[in-house]
Every structure is written in C-alpha cells, then in structure tokens.
C-alpha cells in the first residue's frame, strides 16, 4: 500500500486526450473499483480505438472529471489491485482476454511502477561500486550500448562491482555507430525502451537516432552507470582460468596499448549488428570512388554525386531518400525485393502528445505500456506460425491478408506503375525476412534522378559497377547497405573457455548454441545477451529480450554470490535439449520458409537469430532461474582485479 502520496495534478484538457480504456484503468487503481472498466469492445473503448475519438462524449467526460477530481487530491492511498481488478484492467487495455502470462507481468509492472513512484529519487539507494583502481571487480560487461546499459543496471541494483568496457566513445551501441543519414528506429518506441526507466519524450512513431541516442545516454545518467564505463578499449580476446576461477580479458586502447582485465564473471553485451559487411563484388577494390558502408557512415558529402546504393533493407530504406534529394543522381543496386510496411499512426494523439501525457498523467505510461505488450506485441504472432492445412500462397490465412495489404500498398505508391511494381515485389511471404517500414522509399524510387536495377552486379572497375545486362554504371560514391555479420556471435574476439580452445574452433563461427541465448558449453562464469537465438521477428523484440536476459543473469550471479559459488558452467545435455526443442518450434515459423536467404539464418540454412516462442513465453522461461541447468564448484579463490598495462606484449 503507498500511502500519503503527493502527485501533480493534470489538466482536465490533457485528460481529455488519454484513451479512455486507461482514464479507466487508472480510476480503477486509485478506487480498486471496478465501475468504469466495462468491456473491451463497449463503444466508448472501441471508437476511439477505431477513430481516435472516444463513442459516448458525455460519459467520457464524466469519467475525464472523476479522474481529474481523483487526483486533484493532494494526497491519497493507493492499493495493489486485487487480482480481479488487474485481469479487468488488463482485458480493456488488451482489448482482448489476457492470459496468465500477461496478467503476471501487469502485476510486475504495476508493481514497480508503484515502488519507484514512492521513490523521490530512484537511484538514490542504489550503491555504486564504480571502480579503476585495484579494488576487486567482480563482473566485466563487454559493450555499453541498451544491452549493456540494461546488465549495467542490474548489476548496480544488486550492489556488484563491475565495469563496462566499450569500444567507441559512447554509450549507446548500435546508435552510437551508425549516423547516415535518416537513420532511425523502426519499431513502436514506446516498447523500444528499457525496464527501469521506460518513458521518454518521443517526438515522432519513427524517432530518428539523435533521440534514440540521447534516451541511451540518459538512461545511463539516472542510474548513474556511466562512472562505471571504460571508453576506447576494444576486447581482443578473453582466456578463463580454471585455477583462478575467473577470465582474464585483453584489450586494446586507442593509442595501441594493450591491457589486461581480470574478473570472475563476464557478460557479453555486443550483439552482432557491429561488424559491417560489404558485398563481395569482384574488382571492387580497383574502384576509384568513394566506398562507404552506412555503419562507418561519418562525415560523407553525397550533395551533386553521382551514386550507387546496394541494400534495401532497414538502412537503405532509410538512406535513399536524403541521399536522392541531394544527389546528382543515384542508381539502386537491388538484389531482392523487401516487403515494406507502410508508416500509419494510429487513431488519437500524435506521439508527441502520449510522450506528454506519459510525463504529466499519473499512471498513464506504464498502462499505455502494458496495452502495447499485447497489441503491438504479441498479438501478432499468430501470422507467423505456418498453418500447414492452409491452402493459401502464404503459411496462413491472416498472413495471406497482410501480403494482399501490401502488394495493394507497392502499386498506390508507385501510382499504377506495373512495371516497376513487379520488380519490387517479393516473391516470398511478409516475414520470412524482417519487414521494413517505409521512407518513401517508393515514391524516391519515381524521382527523375533515381533508377532502379535489378540485373545481378557482375564486377566493379574504377569508374563505378558492370551489371549483367551489360549496361555500366558511373558512380563517384558507393553507399553499401549490406547489413552485419549477423549469424557470428561473440566475433571478432577470441574466447576460449575451460577446454583452453577458442570457441568459434570448437562449433564455428555461425554454429553457436546457447541455453535460453545467454550460456555456451564450455565458456563458464560467462553469459552473452542477445546471443544465438535470442531475437523475434515480431512486436517489440529487441529491449523486451535484453531486459529479460539480463534479469536472468543478475539473478544467477546473485544465486552465486549467496551460495559461495566459484564456477557456473552450463551442462551440455541442457544446452542440446533446448536447441532440440527450439529448433522443432523454427520447424513451424516462418522463418523457414525455403529457398529464402535472410539475416535470420546462417550459410548452413539454420535459423540461428530468431526462437519460436512469444515475447511472453520468453520472458517465462528467464524467469525460471535455478541452477539445474549448471555444473557449480564451490569458490576456492578471492579472484582479484588487476589492469596490467601492456606495451608490445610487456606487461608494466
């Protein structure tokens, strides 16, 4: 019960812009009365679901007034609702039936929403261990970019000392790194954040990389992270010590000087969207223009050249637009076609208004929030299941329905252009690889300086690119939007665990297996987040999985900790039994549609990015955190910290 709690009271006119199914919820929290809930499909919920409007006018602004009067008060108690209360709370923000699963993790977010709402200053009664002297470091976490930032977090929260080694300057990984132009987020921004501080002030339904950039960087702030932050050191390779029980990690600085971290535990927050990759073009080298992937993208000038760009996934889709409004021309290199979603805001507010009403509405974000869970969620995992009584062309008939929206959506912005409209539609079902959302990509693609080809690139000389229907292509700049390295994790370092062997020798370097995505055979005292399998090809993945992996992995660090533990290893048979059942469950996404080569799979055909299971479902099994899955010994050594400066290979 939080009692006596003083809060801000809103405007009755930004009251009257929050969706009335959470003016309901929160009536029902500060009441635990159930009268305004109704049911999901009522009219006063459903049109403004439909239209932005709310059906009833007048019962929404008595309810507009009861809230108001509600928190008009200057101080209150409020109780955890009960469990009826929270399922009613949750089927109208839902508007669907919840499930178990996403009535516990309402729970859990009501919860905390509550408990750092008593707290004035959230980090305040957090210890902080920040060290870069001799004291003991406990934990080493290797990139600081939102996975990062997300165990930097835990690891605070749980009073562990540890450093974070970065390879850039900065914090924010991924959005640190790519700067070309446009580039931004393409998932629902609400979701694309962080448990612990979740709420920004997002301006647009597709923020641009500044604000995803600044959201990383004050993430870091409020949990005073970024004193444990060691900047400009590249991780070479790391060796355990059985004897010590713990690993020692070789880096090097930017002047060139080596360096040695040694720590009992180690969390690898690198993921694999950080080594570019460039196309394999013959004679590219004798190339006389300028070659720039988007990922090394810094201060290119693209204004009055004439340019090729090769990709049209996520960056490309971004990139083509600036770049084609400033060239002299740019010719687009496509490979294959890419299913792209159209960019539609939903009915209601602009998302800079909800982001306004999240800071000035009590209860408003985090409700906002757990609607989204499910109807940007996991609501739509369904079209990605295969369906094999479907005698469609697609794995299913709601899958089948999105390929008709936008084949529909190709042809109106290319304003009737079959020709072109042929060329850029996939023969492959939406979601086999990942959807794009659209830049004007194809309304950029009818400009007088742009041209379309979709003839196989044959070789480069030094003028620009030879295609096979024998046409050459002058270019002076060469965008390459090719993407990363995708199905390499935990490359470029070289790691060797307990065998003394590197890793990538033992399985290879696009065969890694991982329990849960976070543990690998024979690399103990060792978790990686977003590892082999870890990523889903639907809703708001990406942050949903960093924040339930790192929670896994504080929590076993703990266990470790209380039990005296020097060594968890993850068992082998452990390991196999999940990939087994993992790879069954790929058997029926999909993803594995055959003959499709996409960032999901490695050059086997083995989808090695994605698990088949919902956000939720994921979220369950990290939260069955025992030590069954591990070999333990018992800790037998205080494993201390030591840096040891290295200068052509003499440690100082």
């Known amino acids: 019960m939080l009692r006596n709690l003083g809060i801000k009271a809103p405007r009755l006119e930004d009251l009257s812009q929050v969706d009335p199914a959470i003016l309901a919820s929160i009536h029902a929290l500060l009441t635990s009365n159930d009268r305004w809930l109704g049911m999901p499909d009522d009219l006063l919920f459903s049109e403004f679901r439909e239209r932005g409007c709310p059906g009833e006018p007048d019962k929404y602004r008595r309810l507009c007034e009861e809230v108001k009067c509600l928190l008009d008060r200057a101080k209150f108690d409020v109780d955890m609702p009960d469990a009826a209360l929270l399922r009613s709370i949750v089927r109208l923000l839902a508007a669907d039936e919840p499930n178990e699963l996403l009535v516990e993790r309402a729970r859990i977010d009501v919860a905390e929403f509550f408990a750092d709402f008593s707290r004035q200053k959230p980090s305040e009664n ?86 995803i950039l600044g959201y990383a960087r004050e993430y870091a702030q409020h949990h ?16 355990f010590d059985a004897g010590a029980q713990g690993w020692d990690i070789r880096v090097r600085h930017r002047d060139g000087e080596l360096e040695i971290f040694r720590a009992r535990f180690v969390v690898t927050a690198v993921g694999t969207l950080h080594q570019p990759k460039f196309p ?56 294959s ?37 499910w109807t940007a969620g996991d609501k739509s995992f369904d079209t990605l299941r295969i369906d094999h009584g479907w005698p469609g062309v697609g794995p299913n008939q709601d899958n089948d329905n ?43 693609l ?30 002076d700049l060469l965008v390459c939007a090719t993407g990363f390295y995708g199905d390499r994790f935990l490359w470029p370092m070289n790691i060797s665990g307990r065998s003394g062997h590197p890793i990538h020798e033992l399985t290879g370097v696009e065969e890694l297996r991982a329990y849960l995505g976070v543990a690998l055979v024979d ?26 992996q790192a929670e896994y992995i504080a929590s076993l660090l703990e266990i470790a900790r209380s039990k005296d533990i020097g060594i968890l290893e993850v068992r082998e048979d452990f390991v196999a039994s999940y990939n087994d059942e993992l790879d069954r ?68």
């Open 126 to 211: 957090r210890s902080s261990s920040a060290d870069h002297g001799g004291e003991s470091t406990e934990v080493i976490v290797i990139g600081a970019g939102f996975s990062g930032l997300a165990m930097a977090r835990r690891l605070v929260e749980h009073g562990f000392t540890f450093k974070v080694l970065e390879k850039t300057n900065d914090v924010g990984g991924v959005w640190a790194q790519n700067r070309y132009p446009d580039c931004g987020l393409d998932s629902p921004p609400a979701l694309y954040s962080l448990n612990g501080k979740p709420y920004v002030e997002w301006s647009r339904p597709d923020p641009k990389r500044a604000e």
């Open 224 to 239: 005073r992270l970024t004193s444990h932050v060691i900047y400009g050191v590249e991780v070479l390779d790391l060796r």
């Open 280 to 335: 394999n073009i013959s004679g590219l080298d004798s190339f006389q223009g300028e070659i720039v992937h988007t990922a090394t993208w810094d201060s290119t000038e693209y204004r009055d050249r004439k340019i090729g760009l090769i990709g049209n996934g996520s960056s490309g889709v971004q990139v083509l637009k600036p770049l084609a409004a400033e060239a002299e021309n740019v010719t687009v290199f496509q490979r």
């Open 337 to 373: 076609p890419a299913w792209i979603s159209p960019r539609t805001e939903l009915p209601g507010p602009s998302e800079a208004v909800l982001a306004r009403l999240d800071q000035t509405v009590w209860g408003h974000a985090v409700l906002r929030r757990i609607g989204l869970y």
């Open 402 to 444: 999105i390929r008709i929206e936008l084949e529909t959506y190709i042809r109106e912005q290319l304003r009737g252009d079959e020709k072109l409209a042929v060329k850029l539609t996939p023969d492959y079902p939406p979601y086999v690889k990942r959807v794009v959302f659209d830049n004007d990509w194809y309304t950029t």
């Open 446 to 475: 009818l400009a007088e300086n742009v041209s379309l080809t979709t003839s196989p690139i044959t070789r480069a000389d030094s003028r620009g690119l030879q295609t096979a229907d024998g046409h050459h292509h002058d270019l």
């Open 523 to 548: 690399l103990p005292n060792l978790w990686t987040i977003q590892g082999p399998n870890s990523s889903i090809g639907h809703g708001g993945g990406a942050t949903w999985v960093i924040d339930s």
């Open 585 to 652: 469950g790929l058997q029926d996404m999909v993803w594995s549609f055959p003959g499709v080569a996409s960032r999901y799979r490695n050059s086997s055909g083995r989808i090695v990015a994605n698990h088949p299971w919902t956000l939720l479902e994921y979220w369950r099994r990290t939260r069955n955190v025992s030590l069954e899955p591990y070999l333990v010994e018992r800790k037998t050594t205080q494993y201390r910290s030591t840096h040891q400066r290295m200068n052509q290979g003499v440690l100082k």
